[in-house]
């Protein structure tokens, strides 16, 4: 693989990452873009402790163009679009509408004992393309450019990481109009963000308790587990396994672990990363094949964060549909949204066994 650097007419960072050995000349951007109009804020919650993102200037991003007008499609003579080049593989490049900006996070408005309520929301957006077809999904990939995602993913992470002021890196996939994704060319997000998130941190605090407690490690055990019952594991490998969370929130729903304890994507061996390849797309036309079209997800990626419990933190990804029939979708509704309560309405046992028999 090949990775070529270069910039955006608006002096955003652009990244390919090509497959083969042929070096990239990168092609410079035409287009007299101003620069991108940002006013990201972050604004403190007291009482659950958590930070919210208010980036209102995204109102005015791009919605659901049509495929001609698409910004992520390879440029042409009579076309620009995000990525200056007439082929790639797969792409990463600084989002135009970004939830978080460059900053060191300085503070807006502080509330005394109230924390800081208001700062600038520093940090980096990125969008990664995974390829120029404009209609394939990530399943249609195929395992060398899911071994590229995979590369691109590591790179990001390792990079990302070690921008000043940058607690966590999350690389996440929206699929589907379902989950609101306003782009349709397959593409996922890279946030590189300046705290640690509340569930990565409600983790770590569940792994330190586990291990005070019994000297254990959580989410060693918690995979023992699933391999020991079996009942909810979906696929596995030489070095990953996929199972049904015992206590599945969403009606579909698969957590991959990786056998080996590692805090994030870069401490992957070049074997698990090539294994990933195979298990992810393996797990994702199970997916697909569950009501016979093209199911909505979210696929999360969790990576310890840069600074803090590397020690307790496992790598693992999240992917899980809001499809809960074949014609009816999970809404959030009153105990989800209002309390936090998941009331799941499949047995994880009977999503497993589907998911098993759902042969892609
Ligand atoms: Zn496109």
Redesign the pocket.
């Known amino acids: 693989m090949i990775r070529t650097a270069a910039r955006l007419a608006d002096g955003r960072e652009i990244i390919y990452f090509d497959e083969g050995d042929a070096p990239r000349d990168p092609a410079p951007d035409p287009r007299g873009l101003p620069p991108s109009a940002t006013g990201s804020e972050m604004r403190f919650d007291p009482l659950l402790r958590e930070w919210v993102v208010v980036a209102s200037h995204r109102q005015g991003r791009t919605h659901l163009p049509p495929?001609d007008d698409?910004p992520?499609?390879p440029s042409s003579d009579g076309r620009r679009t995000e990525i200056p080049a007439s082929s790639y593989d797969v792409v990463a490049f600084e989002n135009r509408f970004p939830s978080l900006v460059a900053d060191h996070g300085r503070v807006l408005e502080d509330v005394g004992e109230l924390e800081h309520t208001r700062r600038v929301g520093a940090g980096r957006c990125e969008v990664l393309v995974f390829g120029s077809d404009?209609d394939a999904s990530f399943v249609d990939l195929g395992p060398e450019r899911a071994e590229t995602v995979v590369e691109a993913w590591v790179d990001r992470t390792r990079e990302l990481s070690a921008l000043p002021g940058v607690e966590q890196v999350y690389c996440f996939e929206n699929r589907g109009r379902e989950i609101g994704v306003t782009l349709h060319?397959p593409h996922g997000q890279i946030y590189a963000l300046p705290f640690v998130t509340p569930r990565t941190r409600r983790m770590l605090d569940s792994a330190a308790e586990y291990r005070a407690r019994t000297g254990g490690d959580l989410f060693a055990d918690v995979l023992h587990a699933e391999q020991k019952a079996g009942l909810r594991v979906v696929a596995r490998t030489a070095h990953w396994t996929a199972f049904v969370p015992a206590a599945a929130r969403w009606p579909v729903e698969v957590h991959l672990y990786p056998h080996r304890a590692v805090p994030d994507l870069p401490a992957l061996t070049d074997d698990e990363r090539r294994d990933l390849a195979g298990i992810y797309l393996d797990v994702l036309g199970r997916f697909d094949a569950l009501y016979g079209a093209p199911l909505p997800y979210i696929s999360a990626w969790h990576q310890a964060p840069v600074r803090e419990g590397r020690d307790l933190a496992r790598l693992h990804l999240e992917l899980f549909s809001v499809r809960r029939a074949a014609d009816k979708l999970k809404y959030l509704a009153g105990t989800e949204s209002g309390m936090g309560v998941f009331i799941s309405d499949v047995a994880p046992e009977a999503v497993a066994e589907r998911l098993r028999a759902a042969a892609p």
């Open positions: 495929s698409c992520l499609c404009h060319h």
